[in-house]
């Protein structure tokens, strides 16, 4: 990783005492209800949907080999605890890509409004539980900002209804982006296009 703080996006604070020199960000949306709704954006979101439909473009999508990496997991107040040993046979979509799983590498590429969203990425933690769905990215190298973004997909079981949250924090890289103000319109657009990826209710053409 080319950032301190792995897995503050876990952090209940994370928006009042951001990771230093780093811009946090938080938006949920309510995307439906029901199981039906949790299953199948669940299935979406560790498919590469939310990245997809962003205009981003995979590429070396590799899987962690053996039993090196089995992920972290983190308690409720964003602590990494023992290493997730929660072990899934991995899965492919139609294009033979492979669905999320800890320590998995890969390389996106793309734009946003005119700004860079080229990167090297690796998986730090994937949540496959009965009502919650969701995985961590952090960035390796190559990317204008350095930092981490959580995808989560919550089927709350007092409303049944099925939120879709995404957490990040970025810090500036590139020196184009430590002007004022770019760091924060790059992370609104990407948020905006995750939420048209995985929402019916925004699916509208980007």
Same mark, same amino acid.
Request: no cysteine.
């Given at each position: 990783?080319?950032?301190? =703080?792995? !897995? @503050?996006?876990? +952090? /209940?604070?994370?928006? &009042?005492?951001?990771?230093?020199?780093?811009?946090?960000?938080?938006?949920?949306?309510?995307?439906?209800?029901?199981?039906?709704?949790?299953?199948?954006?669940?299935?979406?979101?560790?498919?590469?949907?939310?990245?997809?439909?962003?205009?981003?473009?995979?590429?070396?999508?590799?899987?962690?080999?053996?039993?090196?990496?089995?992920?972290?997991?983190?308690? =409720?107040? !964003? @602590?990494?605890? +023992? /290493?997730?040993?929660? &072990?899934?046979?991995?899965?492919?979509?139609?294009?033979?890509?492979?669905?999320?799983?800890?320590?998995?590498?890969?390389?996106?590429?793309?734009r946003v409004k005119g700004m860079r969203a080229d990167a090297e990425l690796r998986v730090i933690s994937v949540t496959?539980?009965?009502?919650?769905?969701?995985?961590?990215?952090?960035?390796?190298?190559?990317?204008?900002?350095?930092?981490?973004?959580?995808?989560?997909?919550?089927?709350?079981?007092?409303?049944?209804?099925?939120?879709?949250?995404?957490?990040?924090?970025?810090?500036?890289?590139?020196?184009?982006?430590?002007?004022?103000?770019?760091?924060?319109r790059r992370r609104r657009e990407l948020l905006s296009r995750y939420l048209r990826a995985i929402s019916p209710l925004?699916?509208?053409?980007?």
């Amino acid at each position: 990783m080319d950032y301190a =703080a792995v !897995g @503050a996006t876990h +952090a /209940p604070d994370l928006m &009042q005492y951001p990771p230093e020199n780093s811009i946090p960000a938080e938006e949920s949306w309510r995307i439906g209800s029901g199981e039906d709704r949790f299953r199948s954006a669940g299935d979406a979101l560790l498919s590469w949907t939310a990245q997809r439909a962003a205009g981003l473009q995979l590429s070396d999508v590799r899987p962690a080999s053996g039993d090196t990496y089995t992920g972290v997991s983190f308690d =409720a107040e !964003g @602590a990494p605890i +023992a /290493p997730n040993r929660n &072990q899934v046979e991995q899965r492919y979509d139609a294009e033979g890509t492979p669905f999320v799983a800890p320590g998995m590498t890969l390389k996106v590429r793309g734009r946003v409004k005119g700004m860079r969203a080229d990167a090297e990425l690796r998986v730090i933690s994937v949540t496959e539980e009965r009502r919650r769905i969701g995985f961590v990215l952090g960035t390796v190298g190559g990317s204008v900002v350095r930092g981490e973004e959580s995808f989560d997909i919550d089927w709350r079981d007092d409303t049944d209804e099925v939120w879709f949250t995404v957490r990040a924090f970025d810090a500036p890289a590139a020196m184009l982006y430590r002007l004022p103000g770019m760091v924060k319109r790059r992370r609104r657009e990407l948020l905006s296009r995750y939420l048209r990826a995985i929402s019916p209710l925004y699916a509208t053409p980007i």
